[in-house]
């Protein structure tokens, strides 16, 4: 139990910084509603599951081979880029109230937090931080406490996400349109700003590479 609490807190804390993920399930809640918000939520956290499932057989390290990282660098900085301009381009479309019936898909939605959480930044922090603490709890304690520990990090991620779309929602309802579109808009900048970021990586990851 107290491995399993120890790792809800280290999965909170992965989770509270903002990063491309946030930015998408806060735009996604605020226009469409916590459903969609939370589709964007079990996209990223699918991509969880399978890296520590990867963690698990042993195929995490393959992911920090320069030759996989440099293209998802790219693919990222482009996939973030056109979420980001879209995001601007339709602020002020597709906006529904809470007494609205949804028209779009989750699973587009759903697709687009698989997409986002498919990053250089998500792969490269669960390797580098998480993976080693998941390791070191895999090599002391054997393959249950490997369990335990994942469960307790998936259980950190949930409670941010649950919490932070409870939020949205009842933010949401007192927020009108024209202040919807300004946060979709500016969501649209920080996901572009991101995927500046990336691109900044990618380049200098190619130099490295190439030296």
């Known amino acids: 139990m107290e491995i399993y609490l120890k790792f809800i807190l280290i999965g909170l804390a992965i989770a509270m910084p903002v990063g491309a993920i946030t930015v998408e399930m806060t735009k996604q809640g605020l226009r469409n509603g916590f459903r969609?918000?939370?589709?964007?939520?079990?996209?990223?956290?699918?991509?969880?599951?399978?890296?520590?499932?990867?963690m698990y057989?042993?195929?995490?390290?393959?992911?920090?081979?320069p030759y996989i990282q440099i293209p998802l660098w790219l693919a990222g900085a482009g996939f973030l880029a056109y979420l980001g301009?879209?995001?601007?381009?339709?602020?002020e479309l597709n906006i529904t109230t809470t007494d609205d019936k949804i028209k779009k898909s989750f699973w587009r939605t759903y697709r687009n937090g698989l997409l986002v959480a498919?990053?250089?930044?998500?792969?490269?922090?669960?390797i580098s931080v998480f993976g080693v603490v998941l390791s070191d709890s895999y090599h002391s304690a054997g393959k249950l406490s490997f369990v335990i520990a994942a469960l307790g990090v998936l259980c950190g991620i949930l409670i941010h996400d649950l919490g932070l779309l409870t939020i949205v929602s009842v933010t949401r309802k007192m927020m009108s349109q024209k202040m919807i579109q300004l946060v979709s808009?500016?969501?649209?900048?920080?996901?572009?700003?991101?995927?500046?970021?990336?691109?900044?990586?990618f380049i200098l990851s190619l130099w490295q590479y190439f030296q």
Do not use: C, E, Q
Not at 57 to 65: E, H, N, R, V
Not at 85 to 91: C, G, L, P, T
Not at 118 to 124: E, F, K, M, V
């Open 36 to 54: 969609h918000g939370w589709a964007v939520g079990l996209g990223g956290m699918t991509i969880d599951m399978s890296l520590i499932l990867a």
């Open 118 to 126: 498919i990053s250089p930044g998500n792969l490269i922090f669960w």
């Open 185 to 201: 808009a500016l969501a649209g900048v920080l996901l572009i700003g991101f995927s500046f970021y990336f691109l900044y990586k």
């Open 85 to 91: 301009y879209d995001s601007i381009r339709n602020a």
């Open 57 to 65: 057989f042993g195929f995490a390290s393959l992911l920090s081979l």
